[in-house]
């Protein structure tokens, strides 16, 4: 969309500088699955961290009351820490973005979620903006960030809502079993309604699979199934018409699941780990394809 050049100063902080509108230029995420347990969390964190060891700028949005992205990088959700995603959402127009961003390095930061959060979800409710809250509040930050992901929690409340109407694109974490076939046509509808309503723009991205054993007949044949579907939808003018089973998959590895407990991310606690080169070839992968950039690689 836009060709000019994207790449913000290297000391562009946020707590360093006032913040000033500059053209949108990050990619915006929803990190989403309304399945718990599927990555989502696992492959925010990390692939935010690929990317920012790739040089960019990065920030996770952490929206999910349970909180395992913000404890994920160490950050304790009871903590006092200062502004989160509930002050973000309940005033959008007036939160302090440099009090909200938790730098985990130079290039990582944070906003943090709380278990309040799950109140936002009832607060909203009676709100006639409910679901551009997040969209509002993510617009004073742009210009600061290469990408920001948002960690969607396990349902499609208000508040995946509000990340599906703040997004530019959807990537889908899943486990490649036959149910989850099911569990992605569910979300691709919401996607399109969405898109259909309060998000013109939104496009998926694709399929991170996650915990993956390419050795299963059983796991080659749903992964042959998703990408059967989304070659039949070419063409079409619907929203995931780009959107491909991004490579390589992420394998199932012990240390992935065990970096959580150490509030680290999976560069920080075991950088040369399978999960670790997973997500940077992730990361790659991302970078080389984004539905909304004109002339992607098809
Ligand atoms: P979600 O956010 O969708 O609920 P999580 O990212 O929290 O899912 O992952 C669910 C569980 O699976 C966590 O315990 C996580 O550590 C583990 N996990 C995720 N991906 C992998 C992987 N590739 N290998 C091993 N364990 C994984
Ligand atoms: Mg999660």
């Known amino acids: 969309m836009d060709d000019q050049d994207t790449t913000p100063p290297q000391d562009a902080r946020p707590a360093a500088e006032p913040l000033t509108r500059a053209e949108p230029r990050s990619r915006r995420v929803a990190m989403m699955n309304q399945k718990g347990g599927v990555g989502k969390t696992t492959t925010t964190v990390n692939l935010a961290a690929a990317l920012a060891e790739r040089g960019r700028q990065v920030l996770i949005v ?6 395992h992205a913000t404890m994920h990088l160490g950050i304790d959700p009871a903590g006092g820490q200062g502004a989160t995603v509930y002050d973000m959402l309940a005033d959008p127009d007036g939160f302090d973005p440099a009090g909200a961003i938790h730098q985990v390095d130079d290039r990582l930061g944070v906003v943090a979620a709380e278990t309040d959060l799950a109140a936002a979800e009832v607060e909203l409710s009676q709100d006639s903006h409910r679901l551009t809250r997040l969209e509002r509040a993510l617009a004073r930050l742009d210009g600061w960030f290469d990408a920001v992901l948002l960690d969607c929690p396990p349902s499609l409340g208000l508040l995946t809502l509000n990340a599906l109407t ?30 259909s309503t309060s ?68 560069f920080q606690y075991a950088p040369t780990a399978a999960g670790a080169d997973d997500y940077r070839g992730l990361a790659e992968s991302f970078e080389a394809h984004d539905p909304n950039a004109q002339g992607t690689p098809s």
């Not at 490649?176 to 969405?194: D, N, P």
């Not at 694709?206 to 063409?235: K, M, N, P, W």
């Open 62 to 67: 952490d929206l999910d009351p349970q909180a």
């Open 166 to 195: 703040a997004a530019r694109e959807v990537l889908i974490p899943m486990q490649a079993h036959f149910l989850a076939l099911q569990g992605v046509s569910k979300l691709l509808e919401t996607v399109k309604l969405v898109n």
């Open 199 to 266: 998000n013109p723009a939104l496009r998926v991205t694709g399929i991170v699979l996650c915990a993956h054993d390419s050795q299963t007949t059983h796991a080659q044949e749903v992964v042959a199934d998703l990408e059967g579907f989304f070659e039949e939808h070419r063409r079409s003018p619907e929203p995931w018409a780009n959107a491909r089973v991004l490579t390589p998959p992420i394998r199932r590895n012990i240390k992935l699941a065990e970096c959580p407990s150490f509030g680290q991310t999976i």
